[in-house]
């Protein structure tokens, strides 16, 4: 292989990269069906390959191997101020390559996805950007294998399973539907959920000045019943909850048809492990069942040791991962 790496040039490049992406989307569906056939097409995917190039700070490289463009990368700038709902979940500042922000030609993940990342990582580490990350399919061996060998490791799953009921019973406890009057339990469930990944071993430390914007984006779920909040009583005292948004934080290539997100699920330190979490799911799924979805998708951090063993043995099958890589800063004036 005599790879060469070239910035990207919409013109000449946009088709290529909108096949690359279809034929991987065509490999990643041979692994899981549930994934969305729509975008087997080029067509399907140019618009999305576009949205990369138009993102913010968006900067674009192609790979070629005797003048055949074999893979594309583009990594785009994401600043997150301080009050924003997200702050403690994500890097203030952040180099990242979304799903769709990327492909390789089977076969040559390995090599060329190395390349691909060494040309974008030098500009964003110049322009101060020391957290990396990448979002790559669940399924992608070959590309996982590319980023771990770059410093990469997993941080972040988005999965999904249908709304079947549950596989186990839960415990026999009240769950209600909240309103808009039901706020301040919300919050403090809501506090409990930021607190919980603050701990160890995720250590997503808990920004408070978010705490404004989060209560705001809150109150307008709240507002519209079309967002369900099921919240488990014990006696007066509010237990637990599942929270349910329309699935705006997920990549249109892994979500199926009449999908709803699954926003927060918390159940309080010592109410957990006794069925009072399968109990809120069950309700929220019949729910979803009654409401026409056929999908239940949500995020959990890889670290988080009960989350993702609950989600995992609750029937939620990984569809993507956010891979993250923090580059040792003082490259910034060291060797000079
Ligand atoms: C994830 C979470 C909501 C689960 O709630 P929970 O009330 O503990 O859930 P359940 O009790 O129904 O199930 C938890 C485990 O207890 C087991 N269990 C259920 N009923 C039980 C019972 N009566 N006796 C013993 N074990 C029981 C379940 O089989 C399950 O085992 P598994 O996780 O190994 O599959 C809870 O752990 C939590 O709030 N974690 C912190 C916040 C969090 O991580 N949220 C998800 C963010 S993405």
């Not at 997200?86 to 060329?112: C, I, K, N, T, W």
């Not at 691909?116 to 294998?145: K, Q, T």
């Amino acid at each position: 292989m005599a790879l060469q790496i070239a910035p990207f040039d919409r013109a000449r490049h946009l088709d290529t990269a909108a096949m690359l992406l279809a034929d991987r989307q065509r490999r990643d569906r041979e692994r899981d069906a549930r994934l969305p056939g729509a975008f087997e097409v080029p067509a399907a995917c140019r618009p999305l390959v576009e949205q990369a190039l138009d993102g913010h700070g968006a900067h674009a490289v192609i790979c070629s191997d005797g003048g055949r463009v074999i893979g594309f990368a583009v990594m785009s700038a994401q600043v997150i101020p301080q009050t924003h709902f997200l702050a403690s979940f994500f890097p203030p500042r952040q180099a990242s390559m979304g799903l769709s922000a990327h492909a390789v030609e089977a076969g040559a993940e390995y090599d060329v996805y190395r390349e691909l990342y060494a040309a974008l990582a030098d500009r964003f580490v110049s322009l101060g950007f020391f957290d990396h990350s990448v979002n790559i399919p669940a399924s992608d061996a070959a590309a996982r294998e590319a980023f771990v060998s770059l410093g990469f490791g997993l941080s972040m799953a988005a999965a999904i399973r249908d709304v079947a009921p549950t596989g186990r019973g839960g415990a026999s406890v009240d769950v209600h539907q909240a309103a808009a009057e039901d706020a301040e339990a919300i919050f403090a469930l809501s506090e409990e959920l930021t607190l919980h990944h603050a701990r160890s071993p995720i250590f997503n430390p808990y920004i408070r000045e978010s705490d404004a914007e989060s209560h705001n984006l809150q109150r307008g779920l709240l507002g519209d019943t079309a967002n369900a909040h099921w919240v488990a009583y014990d006696g007066a005292r509010a237990i637990g909850m599942n929270t349910f948004m329309p699935p705006g934080f997920l990549s249109p290539l892994t979500v199926p048809d009449k999908t709803v997100y699954l926003f927060q699920g918390i159940v309080m330190p010592d109410a957990r492990e006794g069925g009072v979490g399968t109990a809120i799911l069950s309700r929220s799924m019949a729910w979803a069942r009654e409401q026409g979805f056929e999908h239940c998708a949500l995020h959990f951090a890889t670290a988080n040791i009960p989350g993702a063993r609950f989600w995992l043995s609750s029937g939620f099958v990984p569809v993507e991962h956010g891979m993250r890589r923090r580059i040792d800063d003082r490259i910034a004036w060291a060797n000079k």
